[in-house]
């Protein structure tokens, strides 16, 4: 059993930066692939980044084609935390913003479908301003 807390969310005008944390639950965090997805109003919940789970702490990292070079995601194990670094951001990254913890993917690929994600946090509300 995972518990997931969104942090980090808020208003910020276009080009600025925002940091997002997710706070887990469970001793077994390093295991798990972790992911963020956003969705907005009107439209279906899409991925954004996620990074695989590791014991020997070797990540991989996947990212939407929308937000590569921009955001960054990581992951702190010792503190069982994720975290999604998001910068130059435009007023389409306007959503809420939902962490996700799943055993899906491989060790070097983590997952990207929302479907391989069984834990999910209560979303966070990030708005871009033009």
């Known amino acids: 059993q995972v518990q997931l807390v969104e942090s980090g969310g808020g208003l910020v005008q276009a080009g600025g930066s925002l940091r997002l944390s997710c706070a887990a639950s469970?001793?077994?965090?390093?295991?798990?692939?972790m992911g963020w997805f956003r969705q907005a109003p009107g439209k279906e919940r899409e991925f954004v980044a996620a990074?695989?789970?590791?014991?020997?702490?070797?990540?991989?990292?996947n990212y939407a084609d929308s937000v590569k070079g921009r955001f960054a995601i990581s992951r702190d194990n010792a503190k069982n935390t994720v975290t999604l670094q998001m910068n130059s951001l435009k007023p389409e990254d306007t959503a809420v913003y939902y962490c996700?913890?799943?055993?899906?993917?491989?060790?070097?690929?983590?997952?990207?479908?929302?479907?391989?994600?069984?834990?999910w946090g209560q979303g966070t509300q990030v708005t871009v301003s033009s």
């Open positions: 469970g001793r077994t965090f390093s295991s798990y692939a």
């Open positions: 996700a913890a799943g055993t899906g993917g491989s060790e070097s690929t983590p997952p990207r479908a929302h479907y391989e994600y069984g834990y």
């Open positions: 990074i695989t789970g590791s014991p020997r702490n070797i990540y991989y990292t």
